[in-house]
Structures are given as structure tokens and as C-alpha cells.
């Protein structure tokens, strides 16, 4: 814990008043410096508040060397920006809630938090109130019971007016502005019963009015959190409702009377009503939350996150906000295009090899581009992958019935990276497997990602009535015409592919460059998906190593087997003991190396004799982060031989 931390406010709005009017009541803050697109209303909150400085711009605020923290009141969709551009000041962040109004961007902001080791906190003042601490220790000690129901509300009749608040393009609506309060509650006690810091629900309904300016001004959602606990909750910016909190158990429940704002100076009151007992009530010391949390940021310095609201639970929270309101069809213009690259992040470089038929290089780590949620999703990945020096994205028509490519296609055109990046595109998947199909869904991939050719192009699948000289014909036709640079095969057999290269040999065509099955450091008994091939026997690695083709596997960390997922799926397609024996090798010198044993099973497939390029599938920038961790691992020939075989 820090004595003295020196706060500098960005976005003097209302919120901001009330944080800094109740800083001085703190252990430790002192408000040093404020700053505002507007210069005379900085001056104007510095000189009530006494700051000592006072900027028109937040940069200017950001460059104030004696600023250790920056407390951001923006309007919503501005959050994770300024949240970037703090952490890269190495400014501590306090950002008011939502953190953002995606959770794509949440992680985005958590992940510059990460990456320039500055502390962050979503500001859920409510959280820092002793009694709700003393609700979440009664109901982990099981005062109530076993806990079954939440109730929680928070919201108001405003006036309709043209500010924030009834603005889509500002994020307005009740779920953003104030609904994460009940949501974070109700994730709060269903921690509490399990003995967690919080819990995620495992599904999410809602329903709720749209008003004329296009935001929710009324919104309801069920919370399931499995094993018969449930949550109820709701918010309104145009019908007020009782904002208190109820916790049901089978001995009783718990009110929380005013949750979100008590009254100040007075204590905090939550009511216990258990059965065959009188009403009891406990009551906290007078508190001022806003203190108390900024108390918290300086107390948890040293960790990062402070576990009142830890960066899981604001990705957590934020989740839940995003399904709420895609279960009312409230979606925010922003979500619908190609979003800004925030910050300034410096370029990272990737080992890069190359394949022919292709003069551009390509990245040892491919990018799958088949899981994306949608724009926002997408674009933080892909400008992610692309900082950390990925420039090669790989996805198929049939991926999203389209939207993957279009999502792709998006994010290169805005970006403007088109001559930088390597795609590579699929097609003629079964049961559309023939050069009909394969030339309609190539023209259609071009359509969808927005270019004039696919830099390499596969054939997701094999049609064995089909001649091999039939695909490599047509193939080489689209290569010709540029609509293909290069072009090779998935998921077929060794054979079909050797057939398919003596065709090509003998008849002047380029051939294939690529092959994309599956390879991994565990053996494959059986494959997820049907009419899939993969090639981590010794018979098909030996074929490997006299072939001069690329190897792109996919699937390349065994579906999660080496970070220890051993579900039915998984099961069925690697459970063996010579796996397990890999497994523990892999374990072992991942832990020698200070890396994750999935770090150590990527680098094997890095370091085969025979060029490969890992496809990769992450869903979040941990993910991300995660596989790259292999690129820091280098194996020698009798460490790779060693995993294997022992």
C-alpha cells in the first residue's frame, strides 16, 4: 500500500464531482490535476476542488508527471480509449463504469493494464461499502441457508432530454449506465454460496423497451447460475423502481436496503429476517464509498487489481451486460463498425518462414479466423495478433455460413493492411466438394473479403470420386486468372496428395504448396469432425520430412489436452497413455522453463524438421498471449524427440 497517491480527474462530469468532493476523505488521495476537452470548465472543477493544475486536453493531463492515477469519467464509448492511453503514460486507472461498452473492449483495456504493469479498476463504488462485505461473509457462511433467488433494481424517471443518457451513439440506456450494479451484485452473492470472490451465470435471458432515441429505457434479465440459484434484476431510465437487494435462502433472507447510493454520513443498514427469529438488523460504520475506493487502488498498487472488483470479474460483468442487451436486440453504433485502434501501441516482431508460391513472408503463427462474436470482437483480436507481428489470418467459406470473411475482410480494408497480411481462404467443403462448387464459393470468399485474390487457397475437404486432376486443373485455373496465388489442400490423405502432385509435375501446373491437417504433439486416435485427416502418426511425420510442402495444422494444441481438458470430446480423439506420457514430459519441462505446458506442446509442432505454420483459435487476448508464449521456447532436436517418444 501506497501513503499518498496523486489523482488527476479525466472528464470533469457530474460523477467526478462526487469523486472528487469525497477524495479528501480518503486515506490517501489527494487531487492534484484535472483535465477536460474544455479548458475553462477544468480550471472551473480545479479551482472548486483545489487542484493545483488544470489542462484543456486529456493528453496534457496524461503527461503530468506528478499524476500517479487517473480517475476517467468520460461518456462510455470513450473508456477503453483512455484506459489504453493512461496504462501507456504509466498511469494507475480508476475508470468508472461500464470499463466499456463491449466486452471486446473491456479486454482490450485489461489487457494494456496487463501489458504496461499499471494497476485497473472498474469503478463499482458500491462494492467498497463495509456491509456489503459483511452480506457476501453471511451468505459464504451460511446464515441464509442455501441461496436460491437474488432480486436487484436500479433505476430511475428521468426526464427525457437530448444528453447522454437517451444517446445510442454515447451508449445510453438503464443496462449500461446503471444496470451492471445489480448484475454485479447478484455475480457477487452467487460467488458468496460457492466460497468464490464471484460467480458467472451460465445463462442469460432478458427482455425490455427500446425507446424512440433508440436506448432501453426499461429492461428485465434472469440470471441461471445453475444448481437452482437464480437471479432477478432490472433497470429503467424511465420508470423508477424499488432499488433494493434481496437475497433468498432456505433459512431465511437478507434486504439491502439502498445498495447502490446510501445516504451519506449515515450508517450502512442491512436487514437479516430468518426464520423463527426476530428481524434483526446490522449496521456498518458511515462510510463514503467513493473514499473507500480510491483507498482500495492505493492499497492494491502493487497487485495490479484490487479484489473488490478484480479484472475476471469486470470481464465477467461485462459478458453478462452484452447478452442482456442482445437478448433485448439493443445493439449501439459502434458495435456495427470497424472500431478506431486505440493507443499507440510499438510493433512487435514475429518469426516469420515462408511458402512458395508466395513472395510475402508468413508468420510462424497463423491467426484462425472462425470464433469471432462480431466487429468489435474481431477487430481488438485481429489488431492484437497484428501488434505481436502476425500477419497471416486463415479462414473458410463455410465459417459463420460467411460472416468470418466479411468480419476479415472489414478489418483489412479499414486498416488499410490488404498488401501486408497473407489470407488463407477455403473452400469446397462436403458435401459442395467439385470444381463447380470450388469456383462459386472462391468468388463468393473474394466478395465477402472485399479483395481480388486470396494470397493461398485450400480445399477444405477431398471428394474421392472426383480425379485429383480435376481439382489441381481448376486450381491452377483461378491461379492463373490471380484470383489465387497459391493454392494446396486440408484434410486430405497422403496419398490423394502425392497423386495430386505427380498430376501436377506432369502436366506444367504450379501444384500444391500447402497442406492443412491435423498435427499435434499428442497422437490422434479420432478427429472431431467428420472427413478430417490428421498426420501425427510416425508414418505420416516421416512423409512430412521428404516432402517440400508447408504444414499448416490445425488443432495444433490438442483441443486443450496439454492445458488439461479431458472432456468426452477429448477423450475420444486423445486419451492414451502414450499421450499421458507426453503430456507429463511436457508438464516437466514447461515447468523447467517457466513457461505453460501448452507453450512447450506448440513449440514442438514449431520445431519439426519440416516447415509449419500453427493455426491458432484464440477467443480472448489471454488466449493470445498464451500461445505466444511458445514463440520464447526453443527446443533442440533431442528435446523434440524427447517429447515425443521419451
Not at 470548465?41 to 476542488?49: L, S
Not at 452473492?189 to 426499461?218: C, K, N, Y
Not at 434486504?255 to 426464520?275: F, I, K, N
Not at 504444414?551 to 495444433?556: F, R
Amino acid at each position: 500500500m501506497v501513503d499518498r497517491l496523486n489523482w488527476g480527474v479525466l472528464g470533469p462530469g457530474g460523477i467526478a464531482r462526487t469523486f472528487a468532493r469525497q477524495l479528501p476523505l480518503s486515506r490517501t488521495g489527494r487531487l492534484v490535476a484535472v483535465g477536460s476537452r474544455d479548458a475553462a470548465r477544468a480550471a472551473a472543477f480545479a479551482a472548486e476542488f483545489g487542484a493545483a493544475r488544470s489542462y484543456g486536453s486529456y493528453t496534457e493531463l496524461l503527461a503530468d508527471p506528478e499524476v500517479d492515477a487517473v480517475y476517467i469519467a468520460t461518456p462510455h464509448p470513450a473508456h477503453p480509449e483512455w484506459v489504453i492511453r493512461a496504462a501507456e503514460a504509466g498511469k494507475h486507472v480508476l475508470c468508472e463504469k461500464p470499463l466499456a461498452i463491449t466486452w471486446a473492449h473491456a479486454m482490450a483495456a485489461v489487457e494494456a493494464a496487463r501489458t504496461h504493469d499499471v494497476f485497473l479498476m472498474e469503478a463499482y463504488m458500491y462494492r467498497h461499502q463495509p456491509r456489503l462485505r459483511v452480506l457476501a461473509d453471511l451468505v459464504r457462511d451460511g446464515a441464509l441457508g442455501t441461496v436460491t433467488q437474488v432480486r436487484a433494481s436500479f433505476s430511475f424517471a428521468a426526464p427525457m432530454d437530448p444528453g447522454r443518457l437517451f444517446a445510442p451513439e454515447l451508449g445510453g440506456g438503464g443496462i449500461l449506465d446503471v444496470g451492471g450494479y445489480p448484475v454485479s451484485a447478484a455475480r457477487l452473492v452467487a460467488g458468496a454460496a460457492r466460497g468464490l470472490p464471484f460467480a458467472d451465470p451460465v445463462g442469460v435471458s432478458g427482455a425490455g423497451r427500446i425507446g424512440e432515441t433508440g436506448v432501453d429505457e426499461w429492461a428485465v434479465a434472469t440470471l441461471d447460475f445453475g444448481d437452482g440459484l437464480v437471479a432477478q434484476v432490472a433497470t429503467g431510465t424511465r420508470l423508477a423502481a424499488d432499488d433494493t437487494l434481496w437475497v433468498y435462502g432456505s433459512e431465511g433472507y437478507a434486504e439491502v436496503p439502498d445498495p447502490w447510493l446510501p445516504p451519506e454520513g449515515e450508517p450502512g443498514r442491512l436487514v437479516l429476517h430468518l426464520a423463527g427469529e426476530e428481524v434483526h438488523e446490522v449496521t456498518t460504520p458511515p462510510a463514503a464509498q467513493y473514499a473507500l475506493e480510491a483507498d482500495s487502488v492505493a492499497e492494491h498498487l502493487a497487485d495490479r487489481e484490487s479484489p473488490a472488483m478484480s479484472w475476471a470479474d469486470s470481464l465477467g460483468n461485462a459478458t453478462v451486460l452484452d447478452s442482456w442487451r442482445h437478448a433485448i436486440g439493443l445493439t449501439y453504433p459502434v458495435e456495427r463498425e470497424v472500431p478506431p485502434a486505440y493507443g499507440t501501441p510499438v510493433p512487435r516482431a514475429m518469426p516469420t518462414g515462408t511458402v512458395a508460391g508466395l513472395a510475402k513472408p508468413v508468420s510462424r503463427l497463423v491467426m484462425g479466423v472462425d470464433n469471432q462474436r462480431d466487429i468489435t470482437h474481431a477487430t481488438v483480436m485481429f489488431d492484437d495478433f497484428a501488434v505481436r507481428g502476425g500477419n497471416t489470418f486463415d479462414t473458410a467459406w463455410i465459417y459463420g455460413d460467411g460472416t468470418m470473411e466479411s468480419l476479415l475482410g472489414r478489418w483489412i480494408r479499414a486498416r488499410g493492411v490488404r498488401d501486408d497480411v497473407v489470407v488463407v481462404g477455403k473452400g469446397a467443403h462436403t458435401p459442395h466438394c467439385d470444381p463447380e462448387s470450388l469456383r462459386r464459393q472462391l468468388a463468393e470468399s473474394l466478395t465477402r473479403l472485399d479483395t481480388d485474390h486470396v494470397d493461398l487457397y485450400l480445399m477444405h475437404r477431398d471428394n474421392l470420386d472426383v480425379p485429383v486432376g480435376e481439382f489441381v486443373d481448376v486450381l491452377e485455373e483461378e491461379r492463373a486468372a490471380g484470383r489465387v496465388t497459391a493454392y494446396g489442400v486440408s484434410n486430405w490423405t497422403l496419398a490423394r496428395v502425392d497423386e495430386a502432385r505427380t498430376y501436377a509435375a506432369r502436366h506444367g501446373k504450379a501444384g500444391f504448396t500447402a497442406l492443412s491437417n491435423h498435427f499435434s504433439l499428442a497422437e490422434a486416435y479420432a478427429l472431431p469432425w467428420d472427413g478430417c485427416v490428421h498426420v501425427t502418426d510416425p508414418a505420416s511425420q516421416a512423409w512430412l520430412r521428404d516432402r517440400d510442402l508447408a504444414l499448416l495444422p490445425w488443432s495444433s494444441q490438442a483441443r486443450g489436452f496439454f492445458a488439461g481438458r479431458d472432456d468426452a470430446e477429448v477423450a475420444r480423439c486423445y486419451h492414451s497413455e502414450a499421450n499421458f506420457a507426453r503430456r507429463e514430459r511436457a508438464r516437466a519441462l514447461a515447468a523447467e522453463l517457466g513457461v505453460p505446458a501448452t507453450a512447450v506442446a506448440l513449440a514442438y509442432v514449431l520445431h519439426q524438421p519440416f516447415a509449419t505454420f500453427p493455426l491458432i483459435g484464440p477467443r480472448t487476448l489471454a488466449e493470445t498471449r498464451g500461445s505466444l508464449r511458445a514463440l520464447e521456447v526453443g527446443l533442440t532436436p533431442d528435446q523434440v524427440r524427447w517429447l515425443a517418444d521419451g
